[in-house]
């Protein structure tokens, strides 16, 4: 889709002026609607700030910018907009508190707008996959990033704004849009108004189109006419969670036989999130917590083997995750039990510990630092490993 009529959106200083709107042009926000460049209130401290701006990484909810301007002469001048040369790298600004003279040096962030015309889940899942080889600048190193999905995008005009309210915060755009017109009038905007984006569907469709020599539908997901079957792999996805959620926290254990995979461990070294995750990938997953006191299900030692999985984690992680599950419960430090005391979490893993030694053909698998999905994809490698018969230790090991 051609786009010769777009006029300039408002962008950093120094940027070119607007050109005239010609009668055909799409209505767009006037440039009077712009919004200020300012920050969210805050009154913490600047590592409180920056541990507040992590938190909106992983979320990717946006900050409120309605705050209001300085009323006080005597104080620090408004900052320059976004990407201007009177703006620093990190974009501070000051914010005014309503009511009194306290102001504080906060940081805005960059902006990343994610723009889909499904679901957003594969921009969001890349953009998270690209900020996670940056953690030591976005915590550590003072320079946040805020993301906002925009989901559902089916119409030009809708995109229009988006992008143009992209220039306005000097934001980079990450798009998904199955449409070859829509994904062309995205790349022409923001090309016009400068703003530096990454269509991520498109060179991948265009690859796989080329090698299989059929041209793609160009509809994007829920489209009218796109029809998707019930297949098997999908009742069977509903099976492994149905059965999953039965088997959660060592119930049923007679069951455990009709399990693809098995974990064991531990409270709170993930068994249960981790059994949802992989039954959403269509495998039957049952878990049995290790509880110093408590006897094992005989038939977790009659199972094949190669199903089970040992989980564990590093004491002093696992203490503070006890801690913070205790307090959700309302247990206050007045009452105080061994489920998060030291010796006892120490005793608990040196118990588990001795189980996996006792039974080499479990894989135990290192949980601290890592995410789900790092997590399942070690107990799916190993998995598909020994269904394959590839070449697999004979006593425990670590992973």
């Known amino acids: 889709?051609?786009?010769?009529?777009?006029?300039?959106?408002?962008?950093?200083?120094?940027?070119?002026?607007?050109?005239?709107?010609?009668?055909?042009?799409?209505?767009?926000?006037?440039?009077?609607?712009?919004?200020?460049?300012?920050?969210?209130?805050?009154?913490?401290?600047?590592q409180l700030n920056r541990w507040s701006m992590a938190r909106a990484i992983r979320s990717g909810r946006k900050l409120d910018r309605g705050v209001q301007k300085a009323q006080s002469t005597e104080l620090e001048p408004e900052p320059a907009p976004v990407g201007s040369p009177d703006s620093n790298a990190n974009n501070h600004a000051w914010l005014g508190n309503s009511g009194n003279d306290y102001f504080m040096e906060v940081t805005t962030g960059k902006q990343i707008y994610m723009v889909?015309?499904?679901?957003?889940?594969?921009?969001?899942?890349?953009?998270?996959?690209?900020?996670?080889?940056?953690?030591?600048?976005?915590?550590?190193?003072?320079?946040?990033?805020?993301?906002?999905?925009?989901?559902?995008?089916?119409?030009?005009?809708?995109?229009l704004e988006i992008i143009k309210q992209a220039a306005k915060e000097g934001a980079m755009l990450v798009y998904t849009l199955a449409d070859p017109s829509m994904a062309e009038s995205a790349r022409q905007a923001c090309s016009l108004w400068g703003v530096p984006s990454t269509d991520v569907l498109g060179p991948i469709t265009e690859a796989v189109a080329s090698h299989l020599g059929v041209s793609p539908s160009g509809l994007p997901r829920g489209a009218p006419g796109r029809n998707f079957a019930l297949t098997d792999e999908y009742f069977r996805r509903i099976e492994s969670v149905e059965f999953t959620i039965k088997q959660d926290d060592g119930a049923l254990p007679q069951n455990l036989h009709k399990a693809d995979i098995i974990l064991a461990g531990v409270s709170r070294t993930g068994k249960t999130p981790l059994s949802i995750y992989l039954a959403q990938k269509g495998y039957k997953v049952a878990n049995v917590p290790i509880?110093?006191?408590?006897?094992?299900?005989?038939?977790?030692?009659?199972?094949?083997?190669?199903?089970?999985?040992?989980?564990?984690?590093?004491?002093?992680?696992?203490?503070?995750?006890?801690?913070?599950?205790?307090?959700?419960?309302?247990?206050?430090?007045?009452?105080?039990?061994?489920?998060?005391?030291?010796?006892?979490?120490?005793?608990?893993?040196?118990?588990?510990?001795?189980?996996?030694?006792?039974?080499?053909?479990?894989?135990?698998?290192?949980?601290?630092?890592?995410?789900?999905?790092?997590?399942?994809?070690?107990?799916?490698?190993?998995?598909?490993?020994?269904?394959?018969?590839?070449?697999?230790?004979?006593?425990?090991?670590?992973?």
């Open 291 to 399: 509880v110093m006191g408590v006897q094992l299900p005989k038939t977790l030692f009659q199972v094949d083997p190669e199903k089970v999985f040992g989980l564990t984690i590093n004491p002093v992680v696992l203490q503070t995750i006890r801690r913070v599950r205790a307090k959700s419960l309302g247990f206050g430090t007045e009452a105080r039990s061994n489920y998060s005391e030291m010796d006892y979490v120490r005793e608990e893993l040196e118990f588990a510990g001795k189980i996996f030694a006792q039974n080499p053909g479990w894989p135990v698998i290192e949980v601290t630092g890592k995410a789900i999905e790092e997590t399942a994809a070690v107990v799916l490698r190993l998995y598909h490993d020994r269904k394959q018969r590839c070449s697999m230790p004979r006593i425990s090991k670590r992973y």
């Open 1 to 46: 889709m051609s786009l010769p009529n777009l006029r300039q959106a408002p962008t950093a200083a120094g940027a070119p002026e607007p050109k005239p709107a010609s009668p055909n042009q799409v209505s767009l926000p006037s440039d009077s609607e712009q919004p200020q460049q300012t920050s969210r209130k805050s009154r913490g401290s600047p």
């Open 116 to 159: 889909s015309d499904g679901t957003g889940w594969t921009a969001e899942h890349s953009v998270n996959a690209a900020l996670g080889q940056f953690e030591h600048c976005l915590v550590d190193r003072g320079c946040p990033v805020n993301t906002h999905l925009f989901s559902g995008i089916d119409d030009v005009e809708r995109l």
